[in-house]
């Protein structure tokens, strides 16, 4: 898996129902590519109601899975203590 320390801004239309990777081996974080076959975890499953524009959490890190919570300035130059 590739983790980026910014979010991805996108944007969904009505009705597209997209599947998020909670197994962290995805290699199309933070969307599934089934890799969590075997892990015992299962992607979490949005769908969207209406066009709407996101920013999704690439680090893994966000407490608002699978959208940023801006977690990912915490760990831009490693996890702060
Ligand atoms: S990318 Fe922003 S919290 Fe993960």
Redesign the pocket.
Known sequence: MVKK???LKKTFQRGEKIFFCQCEQSQIYPFCDGSHQGTGKSPVSVTFTEETKVSL??????KEFPY?????RAYRDGPKK
């Open positions: 320390n910014r979010a959490c690439q680090c893994g890190h966000s940023c919570d801006n977690s990912h």
